[in-house]
């Protein structure tokens, strides 16, 4: 390929990032709130739920996001066949665009899930006798005290998935949903070289580079002991 043609390659390429932080976005939109409903409900007491949630995670974290996205994205054609969800269109872009993002937010809900369970109970029980003490209520108790703490303990392991989203996103290729992976083997099927592949390779780079940037930051802003 000569430098006329990798310019070119990236700028097609550049041009589908806009669908890749698309699904970036929404996943984290819709699986950061559902993470935490799933965290809080984990500790209820009434077992049957709690034993429900623990094999949504347990599925989600045990099975290829991959497998996960067509098991989504073929399961309204399939009831279709039964005589249910007639109205959806299967062929639209926005079906496609749905299917990934339910795939990708509820597996990522299951991880952040894990994460902010961790994170709330590493609050020591002290803080929640001597929110009581005080007369606070427990969702007093729970967003005043409890979780900011949160927010400051798990923000290393968040930042791990959010980086690993970034990548993941290329998995919206299983579907033929087009963003930068897809593009990049496309455009090297039509040059048969490798080079589109390592385009794509930088501009996740430089999108995780940014993200480790921003992350650390947050972290030096809430590390106000030192």
């Not at 698309?22 to 993470?35: A, M, N, R």
């Not at 949160?150 to 998935?161: D, F, G, L, Q, T």
Request: aromatic share 14%; charged share 15%; glycine share 4%.
């Amino acid at each position: 390929m000569t430098w006329e043609d990798i310019l070119q390659c990236t700028g097609v390429i550049a041009k589908y990032l806009i669908p890749t932080l698309k699904v970036f976005c929404f996943t984290l939109l819709f699986s950061i709130p559902l993470g935490m409903i799933v965290a809080l409900i984990k500790k209820c007491p009434f077992k049957p739920v709690s034993w429900l949630i623990n094999l949504y995670i347990l599925v989600m974290r045990g099975t290829p996001l991959m497998l996960q996205i067509i098991i989504v994205y073929y399961a309204i054609p399939m009831l279709q066949k039964t005589g249910r969800f007639t109205g959806v269109d299967i062929r639209s872009d926005g079906y496609q665009f749905t299917a990934l993002i339910v795939a990708f937010a509820l597996n990522y809900a299951a991880y952040f899930a894990e994460i902010f369970r961790g994170g709330i109970e590493s609050i020591p029980k002290g803080q929640y006798e001597a929110s009581a003490a005080l007369g606070m209520t427990k969702s007093q108790t729970f967003f005043r005290v409890i979780l900011p703490q949160v927010v400051k303990r798990i923000v290393p392991a968040s930042a791990n998935e959010v980086i690993t989203l970034v990548k993941d996103t290329s998995l919206a290729s299983t579907i033929a949903y087009i963003e930068i992976y897809r593009k990049s083997k496309e455009l090297m099927v039509t040059y048969s070289n490798l080079i589109p592949l390592f385009i794509a390779g930088v501009f996740y780079f430089v999108m995780n580079a940014v993200l480790t940037m921003l992350f650390s930051a947050v972290e030096k802003k809430l590390d106000y002991y030192k």
